[in-house]
């Protein structure tokens, strides 16, 4: 495996040049700057609002000093709040090729168009004149979703990748599951996996503030449809989404932004801090994928039952498909079949390690069906969280 | 594109029951279950159980915890014979009753 090095010890597995939009007065000038190259490594990223969100600012720093990224260009229209100087700043003190362009002092959309190409340009042949170096499995940052889920996603998909992401902690990388709101009832079985009884506390306090954030927006969040599935308990549709975590110890408790300081299995904290504010937690699936990353995951795992066709800008995805029947009809899409798993065609553990030599395979830059299909979604929107207190990440015992 | 990879494994005839963990007491109907059908060594079908549900794979006695997952996802409300569908009618959560449609609790 090999991966371009920066200048913060972290490697990526691709080296790509991100064209990012910091309202969405400047989204259309962006695509255009980026579109030509978009299967050229030039990805299309952003941030809609006008207004500033210190949480957006963060997770926008994390993506444009991704692993993965090698260089950004900047496409503000001109009178928007996000702080384009402190994030030029931010990138370039990353060791980066990184410039801004200002729709309203450029000329407006034609020659903001024609400037950022040239740009583009400038740094495609200063990131493909780059030499990648070894990199090992214990430098990667995994993370996992689940989306279009169905009752096969928590008997196949989730439980073939938890049994991935053991694999992965033992080869001394790092793994991210989220979506504390839909842990609620696991708990019990999560916080004595939890390295220390503080970060234990912290796990079931995050799931509790889930909890009461859920109930606040109304959610009942398990549905008659559920039971008519076979399904019968709140904690048992959890422990479904559970199973995407493995069986390692918890080393710690992640808000978006933070990335890992060493290998382990570690939980992201998704729901917002203090009275709900602005909404659903996460708006749709790659609004996690868009924390995951934030967070230095350089790929994601996403089990799908339905049959999700999202991928992500940056970092990519590795669909793994939970239901046979789906799998046949979008396989195009799909990365892994664990739906065979239900009709005796494979074990959980055979499709584990299936996942987990993929992974190795991706990072050592096979594309995934998404990546080659073109998919680069990206979503960014308005949340707020506190810093995560220090018992979330214990030091590491000697 | 990445193809499938075979496991290493021989395929298995289809098998009526996936059990997820080593120390679950039931295992999940994978595919539709007749009454009186051998599901699994000393275990046999109690009634029709349909896709996805659960089955008990041994007794279980009134307040025991129903383990999938290798955890607890409830309690047994009554006593449970090997072989019988474990759902609303026999176990409940510890956390929250489960509604179903029309306002019926589970509990």
């Given at each position: 495996m090999k991966g371009w090095l920066r200048q913060d010890g972290r490697k990526g597995i691709r080296n790509i040049v991100a064209v990012v939009y910091l309202v969405e007065c400047a989204h259309h000038v962006a695509r255009e700057i980026a579109h030509p190259d978009r299967e050229n490594g030039v990805h299309l990223v952003g941030f809609p609002g006008c207004y500033p969100n210190p949480y957006a600012r963060k997770v926008m720093e994390r993506i444009c000093t991704?692993?993965?990224?090698?260089a950004v260009l900047l496409v503000s229209l001109g009178c928007?709040?996000?702080?384009r100087a402190g994030l030029a700043q931010a990138v370039a003190a990353s060791g980066r090729p990184v410039e801004t362009l200002i729709i309203q002092q450029a000329g407006g959309t034609r020659r903001t168009i024609e400037a950022g190409r040239d740009a583009v340009a400038r740094m495609r042949s200063v990131l493909d004149a780059q030499v990648p170096v070894p990199m090992d499995v214990s430098e990667l940052v995994v993370g996992t979703i689940c989306g279009g889920?169905?009752?096969t996603s928590g008997l196949t998909a989730n439980p073939a990748m938890g049994r991935a992401f053991d694999l992965l902690v033992e080869a001394g990388a790092a793994c991210i599951f989220e979506e504390t709101g839909e842990l609620i009832g696991c708990e019990g079985a999560m916080v004595p996996r939890a390295v220390t009884p503080e970060l234990g506390h912290e796990i079931a306090e995050s799931v509790s503030k889930a909890a009461r954030y859920y109930a606040t927006l109304g959610?009942?969040?398990?549905?008659p449809g559920n039971a008519d599935g076979g399904l019968t308990t709140i904690e048992e549709k959890s422990m479904g989404a559970y199973a995407?975590?493995?069986a390692s110890p918890i080393s710690g408790l992640l808000k978006p932004g933070d990335v890992p300081p060493h290998g382990g299995l570690y939980l992201l904290d998704v729901v917002p801090d203090?009275?709900?504010?602005?909404?659903?937690?996460?708006?749709?699936d790659n609004a996690e994928i868009v924390e995951l990353m934030a967070c230095g995951a350089h790929v994601t795992l996403f089990s799908t039952g339905r049959g999700s066709v999202v991928g992500s800008a940056i970092a990519p995805v590795i669909k793994v498909c939970a239901n046979a029947d789906t799998y046949r009809r979008l396989s195009d899409d799909m990365?892994?079949?664990?739906?065979?798993i239900l009709e005796g065609r494979g074990t959980l553990d055979g499709v584990g390690r299936e996942v987990f030599e993929l992974i190795l395979d991706v990072a050592d830059g096979a594309p995934t069906a998404s990546e080659a299909m073109g998919h680069q979604e990206f979503i960014l929107t308005y949340k707020s969280f506190e810093p995560a207190g220090p018992a979330c990440l214990p030091a590491r015992a000697a | 594109m990445h193809t499938a990879s075979v496991d290493g494994v021989a395929a298995q005839p289809l098998s009526a029951l996936l059990v997820?963990?080593?120390?679950?007491?039931v295992g999940v109907a994978l595919r539709p279950l007749a009454a009186?059908?051998?599901?699994?060594?000393g275990v046999t079908a109690a009634a029709d159980i349909g896709f996805g549900f659960k089955v008990a794979l041994r007794e279980i006695a009134r307040g025991q915890k129903i383990v999938k997952y290798g955890v607890s996802i409830g309690s047994a409300t009554h006593d449970i014979a090997a072989g019988a569908r474990v759902h609303l009618e026999n176990m409940t959560s510890d956390y929250t009753v489960t509604h179903l449609r029309g306002g019926e609790l589970s509990a």
């Open positions: 991704h692993p993965n990224v090698g928007e709040s996000f702080d889920s169905d009752a959610y009942g969040s398990f549905a995407k975590s493995g203090g009275e709900v504010r602005f909404g659903f937690p996460n708006i749709s990365d892994i079949d664990a739906g065979r | 997820l963990e080593t120390a679950d007491n009186g059908e051998s599901i699994a060594p």
